[in-house]
């Protein structure tokens, strides 16, 4: 278990692409290498990824970011992925990914850390739940596509 590096640009976008055709995303996955190393390792990286690692091989990893400030002006830190390799499920490694982003949002003075969830993965869902998560019935969430907001920003 480590942060990630530039030198695993190629394996995190082999995991990347695994967790976009899961969640059905692939036609529109548009990661490539000189932008993962720009976003995630540059001058003004935007998030914090961290890896499984095993015989230089990663077997999952963890993206996360960080919302500045909130009501309590503290940090919230957003779990973006969390992703381990078929075959290497229910060892431990999700809960070592998820404890690293605990750990780091603690680091940053994080007041919470907020993530989804696939809609009908329960696997995931029950895996949260042992972790100590708990499901936020209060929000729902929302999103517009581009062409809403280009639809939005006529007005």
């Known amino acids: 278990m480590r942060r990630a590096r530039p030198a695993d640009a190629p394996q995190l976008l082999g995991l990347m692409r695994e967790l976009a ?3 059905d995303y692939l036609t529109s996955f548009a990661v490539d290498e000189p932008a ?3 976003r995630a390792f540059g ?3 935007q998030c914090q990824i961290f890896v499984v690692e095993r015989e230089a091989a990663l077997l ?3 993206v996360a970011l960080t919302i500045p ?3 309590d002006l503290r940090p919230t830190v ?3 992925e969390l992703y381990v390799k078929e075959g290497q499920r229910a060892q431990g490694l999700g809960r070592k990914l998820l404890g690293a982003v605990a750990n780091w949002s603690l680091t940053e003075g994080a007041g919470r850390l907020h993530w989804d969830v696939l809609a009908g993965n329960r696997r995931a869902q029950a895996f949260y739940r042992r972790q100590g998560g708990r499901p936020v019935s209060k929000w729902l969430a929302y999103e517009m596509d581009d062409a809403a907001l280009r639809l939005l920003q006529q007005d």
């Open 36 to 38: 993962l190393k720009r």
């Open 21 to 23: 055709a899961f969640e």
């Open 78 to 80: 957003r779990l973006k």
């Open 60 to 62: 999952g990893y963890a």
């Open 43 to 45: 001058d003004e990286a």
């Open 69 to 71: 400030f909130t009501h």
